[in-house]
């Protein structure tokens, strides 16, 4: 594969578009009296007013849907715009909910909605995966049962916008970290180390480590058009290059968690 | 507008040197004013190639320091009067570099000259941080096998985060692969990598390849950067190189002495 960085250098394009990823404050609800939030936050706010001031923030009501709490996406943009506060993303929403935001010009973020039962699976580790230490996973606690692993929620602060887009090389010794999906539509090369904590789409080949779902999600995959990695890694469960079977170059393929093991399959 | 050009590679030996000297001879006789500057402090020879190191009086580190005007280091090539080359020190450590110094120099050369080429130390360190830093289009010097490729690749990584054009989120700096120490019968025997190999990893723009000549030493012996050396198959690959820099569409050559690789690679350009 060869690119050809050169040939449109002469046209003058007048935007482009640049992969970014912000730090945003999720307000998390675990109640729904809308009059209660008002007078909490408006509490908050005047603590550290600046700091609140026209801030962006994302609104997580998983905990309330969790505990079967409804709260009308209205009302509740309407108090948070009062305090002087801009909603730029709706998360944990049901269907109903999320239409109410989008309705208000309120993006959906759907990073770490977890399925009720999908971390009930208890089986031990079939040995072809084992656990590998990523930058920031606190390390692994003592605690034997395999099911505790996953029921912490990834912390409340700062999460961030979903999908990360590169679409330049990733070189050795480069490192990219995506809080929600990643995708890069160019090469990652050996030396380069890629993470997210979503799902990992690569278009073109993998030659570095892919680490998807570092912060445990279970259910991250990695997506690559040409595997030739170092390492691949999912929610801490990794392989080498060693133990790749060198046939799944050039194929697409899809890398998933079954039972705490990889699975590597054509797609 | 002035272009500033590095030749860097990140490996050592792998012909970055041999490469500035050419280029920016190559540029200067087609009548665009160059000057070539030599990042190596400590270790200069750019003046040994371009057979100048006996006129040597004052250096880039004296410029920097307020002990030389430019136009007293400035050293005006006895081939071509568009050429001017800018020595290292030799006395000096590299740590006698500062980014805010060679920043000045560089927009007061850039003033007078159309190609400002820096011959890169080898490493990633300091010396060849300064040397692509200021950078807008960088040459990167590989050989053909798998720790000068890997390299490479590192530099380009540099090149896309640590440079002023990725700090200040302008443009990034155009990056051109420049295969060099070619030699097709060590590719076939399985020595070395391919062209096509290099470019997979890389995946970079194949400015030109130079083959491994005899003709390289002979030229630094007689202190005549070896593009001057018109019949030489290293001085032809330079000349198609600064041809096609400067925008002329010329068919890759000293790839094979097969025809049949040839239009494989003019497709790719
Ligand atoms: N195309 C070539 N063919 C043969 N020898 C070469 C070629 N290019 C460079 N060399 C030799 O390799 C050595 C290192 O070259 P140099 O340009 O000084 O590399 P660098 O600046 O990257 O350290 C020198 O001895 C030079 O003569
Ligand atoms: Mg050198």
Redesign the interface.
Known sequence: ??????QN?HQSPILEF?SSTFSVPVLILAGNDVMTIEQQLQEKTQQAPEFFKNSPLVFDLQELNKLELGIDVTELTHVIRKLGLLPIGIRGGSAQQNRQALDLGIPIHSGHIARDGVYAANQPGTGAASTAATPKQQAPEPEPEPELEQVSEPEPPAVTVNTTIIT???????RIYAAGDLIIV??V????EIMAEGNIHIY??L?GRALAGVQGNTEARIFCTDLQAELISIAGNYKVSEDLNSAAHIRPVQIYLQNHALVIKDI | MARIIVVTSGKGGVGKTTTSAAIAMGLAKRGHKTAVIDFDVGLRNLDLIMGCERRVVYDFVNVINGEATLNQALIRDKNCNQLYILPASQTRDKDALSQEGVGKILDELKKDFKYIVCDSPAGIEKGAHLAMYFADDAFIVTNPEVSSV?DS??M???L??KSRRAEQ?EE?I???LLLSRYSPDRVKLGEMLSVDDV???L????LGVIPESKSVLNASNSGMPVILDEKSDAGQAYADIVARYLGENRPHRFIDDKQGLFGKLFG??
Request: net charge positive.
């Open positions: 594969m060869s690119t050809d960085s050169q250098a640049k330049l090389p990733v070189r050795s010794g480069q160019a090469q090369s050996a030396g380069a073109g080949p030659r | 890997r690749d590192r380009l990584g540099i896309s985060s989120n990034p155009k990056e051109y470019q997979e990893i995946s970079l723009h194949l790719r350009k």
